[in-house]
């Protein structure tokens, strides 16, 4: 029996990444489950986030799905290897759950040149320390530079990206990370909302300084582990069909989600606690 991949996010920002994913990959189905009833993840602790989380792959697991993305840097940070390692066995040691995360930080460290990186993402990424921790893995001697920047969540979230407001918060956060090293040659946007911010980043940064987005790394990282895993990929069914579903109201889903996405979304609703 195939069934899609799961992709899930704590709202809206991981359409960014499914976006990539299936660009590069259309034929496979995909269900993308957004918990907008209980977004934002960036500022709730360790604890909440990995329930809600945990609550999430369950239920995308209730649908059939063999692989769960969780595109979601928040979630990826607080909750992806405690599922992978405590949780993961006794629900079904043979689907497999990944991150955003890690395929990022495997590859990140080849963009720069002056061996200082800049990552902006939520609180909650920042605090974490995954991505110090990670990089650091793969490449010891880059120095990473953290930057939270918790209003460009709710200015996208809003519909706001494209305004002078958004303007002023950018202009504020990319001051705030400048001051923390003048080597820094690459910035990484560590939030799935940020890719909307984009063009007025580039804008607002020297010419010098490489800005990258996350869902292209993601989604490269995805195919190879499927070509890697033919056994996963055969599970998977392809038809080229999309499912949207929320926990929060489908038509406000709907309506946002279209922002990210660049074409109408429709979204249903579901109740994780009943999982």
């Known amino acids: 029996m195939q069934h899609p991949i799961g992709v899930f996010d704590s709202g809206l920002g991981g359409l960014t990444v499914l976006k990539e994913i299936q660009s590069l990959m259309p034929q ?14 960036g500022t709730r602790d360790f604890d909440t986030v990995y329930q809600y989380t945990l609550e999430a792959v369950k239920w995308l697991f209730s649908q059939g799905c063999p692989l769960v993305v969780l595109a979601c840097n928040t979630a990826s940070a ?28 495997e590859v990140i460290g080849d963009y720069t040149e002056s061996d200082h990186i800049g ?17 650091g893995k793969f490449f010891p001697d880059v120095k990473v530079h953290q930057q939270a920047c918790p209003t460009w969540v709710p200015l996208v979230e809003k519909g706001l990206h494209n305004t ?20 820094i040659d690459t910035i990484l946007l560590a939030c799935t ?17 490489q800005l990258v987005s996350q869902g292209e790394i993601v989604a490269e990282s995805l195919k190879d582990y499927l070509l890697r895993h ?34 109408e979304v429709e979204g249903s609703l579901v109740r994780l606690r009943e999982v």
């Open 28 to 41: 496979y189905d995909y269900l993308y489950l957004g918990d907008n009833a209980r977004a934002p993840y």
């Open 119 to 135: 990552i902006l993402g939520t609180q909650g990424t920042v605090d974490s320390g995954s991505y110090v921790i990670e990089i």
């Open 164 to 183: 002078h407001e958004a303007d002023v918060e950018i202009e504020k956060c990319l001051r705030s990370l400048a001051v923390q090293s003048p080597l």
């Open 78 to 105: 607080k909750a992806l290897r405690t599922i992978q390692q405590r949780d993961l066995p006794g629900l079904d040691p043979d689907r497999r759950v990944l991150g955003v995360i890690r395929p990022t930080t």
């Open 193 to 209: 909302h940020y890719p909307l911010l984009y063009p007025k980043i580039r804008a607002a940064l020297p010419s010098h300084i």
């Open 230 to 263: 033919p056994n996963m990929a055969s599970r998977i069914s392809a038809g080229g069909q999309l499912r949207f579903c929320t926990t929060g109201d489908p038509q406000q889903f709907g309506h946002a989600a279209s922002l990210f996405w660049g074409r």
